[in-house]
Every structure is written in structure tokens, then in C-alpha cells.
């Protein structure tokens, strides 16, 4: 299928698509999912993605997903957010639905993997992290709307106790290499790539792709 656009992602999202098991997930997943999806052959999962801005609201999170739920048709939903700030409230309204939601605080430990994140999240508490994703969309989430093209003055007031930009990638791709680089020039902070590939996502999608026994 052809994606839209990540700004369209950003703001609007994806329609599901059909399938008899939906996974609904945030728009900044979405290259990633049906990466995974085509790779597994797995034509019976659907994809809908709420727009990922929410993330600029995390508490709205938890509506967005309870209304894409109870609106869903199909036979299964599997609910691929992590925490994402909503500090418990979206695994409450998970488990209250009776849906199974992706583990993890935030996209960032599930792309390098839980189990890894929480052994290396102390020594990295002053890092800051971009996906593939908000590597391509750093202005529209990063750069305006903390207001750094008006007043870059805030820069350092804003970051001045990180110390590194990791870019978590996705994808070997150089030009987004360089885009996260550049990012983090921006940011006035030290550069480090790692690739990820797609973490704790690929299982997690592998699961929700078998049948129930």
C-alpha cells in the first residue's frame, strides 16, 4: 500500500486498511509496521495509525485509542503504544478493554529493545533520542513547536543538561544519518547513531500475527 505523507501521519494518521486483526499504532510507526507486515507476509493484519501529534498531548492518548478500539470491526485489536507518557493510563485502558498493548515506556526502549534500555537508561540519562521518524519530522516536533526557530536562545536553557543525540535507526539510510547529525549540531549536543532495526516491534507484531489457539 502507499503511506501518506509523515506530515499527513502526523496530523490525521492512516485509515485501517482491512484485515481481520487490526493493529492500531501511532503514525510514527508506520513505515515500520508495514515494513514488518510485507516481510512476514502477514495480509490478514490491518494497520491503523492515529496521528502522531498526539504525542504533543500525551494525555489525550488514552481517549484516541479507547474510541479506535471500541470503533474497530475486526476479530482482534493489538494496540502498538508504548506508555508514552501517559503515566499508566493508557495499560489501564489497555486492560480494561481487554486489548494487549506493546511493553515499554516509550518507543525508544522498545526499538532498542526493553530489556536492553533498562540496563543502559541510567548511563544515558542525558541523552536525547530520535526514530527514523522524528529524524525526518525534527522541525515539526522538535524544532517549532518548542519555538527554537523563534527564539534559539531557548536552546540552552531547554538542553543545556543533555549531552548527546542518539539517533536510533531504523534503516540504513545515509541521508537521514546526516539529518540526525545535523539535528543534533542544532541541539548543540554530541552525535551518536545506532542502529536498531525495529527492536521488541517485530515480535510483538509476529505474535498478534498468529491465530489464537
Known sequence: ?????????????????????????CGALAHEVLAIKRAGGWDHLDLQCLPANLHLWPDRIPAAVEAAVKAA?????FVLYADCGTGGQLQATCDRLGVE???????????????????????????????????RQFDAF???????DRHPELIPMMFGHY??????????????????????????????RRFTGYGDLAP??????KDPA
Request: hydrophobic fraction near 45%.
Open 204 to 209: 510483538f507484531l509476529a505474535q498478534a500475527a
Open 101 to 135: 498493548m506493546i511493553a515499554g515506556p516509550h518507543c525508544y526502549s522498545f526499538f532498542e529493545g526493553n530489556d536492553r534500555f533498562a540496563k543502559i537508561a541510567e548511563d544515558e540519562i542525558t541523552a536525547f533520542y530520535l526514530t527514523d521518524f522524528l529524524t
Open 163 to 192: 549531552t548527546k543525540l542518539v539517533y536510533q535507526a531504523q534503516t540504513d539510510d545515509p541521508a537521514l544519518d546526516a539529518k540526525a547529525q545535523e539535528a543534533a549540531a542544532r541541539l548543540g549536543l554530541a552525535y551518536e
Open 142 to 148: 522538535v524544532w517549532r513547536p518548542m519555538g527554537f
Open 73 to 77: 470491526p475486526h476479530e482482534r485489536v
Open 1 to 25: 500500500m502507499d503511506l501518506p505523507d509523515d506530515s499527513t501521519l502526523t496530523r490525521a494518521g492512516l485509515a485501517p486498511m482491512g484485515g481481520r486483526v487490526l493493529l492500531l499504532a
